[in-house]
């Protein structure tokens, strides 16, 4: 283990901890803010398609090459929970209206087969 002047600590073997915590610079919350432009999931499906990872999180590329600041990725990888869980409350919400139209064309349909 190495410590420079400034605190920087070099570290080679595996790190064990019970709990750690870490300071974060900034946090997800944000995606349920009402002017936030939650992406669509075609707009993410082309991103992917091109770059071959997810919107605002690092390619495999950068992480190889700058490691991973863990703070940073679990800010990150929050707000990718965040998102799913709007686009599954979109989901649920979509599937209950297009099963209560179902319900009504049903009704509609079992009148006009009594008449």
């Known amino acids: 283990m190495r410590m420079d002047a400034m605190g920087n600590t070099e570290f080679h073997g595996t ?8 300071d974060a610079k900034w946090w997800s919350d944000f995606v349920f803010a009402d002017d ?10 082309a991103f992917i398609a091109i770059n071959k990872h997810l919107p ?11 490691g991973i600041d863990v703070a940073n ?25 297009q099963q209560k139209r179902l319900e009504e064309l049903e009704a509609l349909i079992g009148q006009i087969i009594k008449q």
């Open 15 to 22: 790190l064990r901890a019970i709990k750690m915590n870490v």
């Open 36 to 45: 936030y432009k939650l992406p669509s999931l075609a707009e993410v499906e």
């Open 56 to 66: 605002n999180v690092p390619s495999e590329a950068e992480v190889l090459e700058n």
């Open 73 to 97: 990725m679990q800010a990150i990888q929050q707000q990718k929970i965040e998102e799913l869980t709007l686009y599954t409350i979109d989901q649920e919400k979509r599937i209950a209206a």
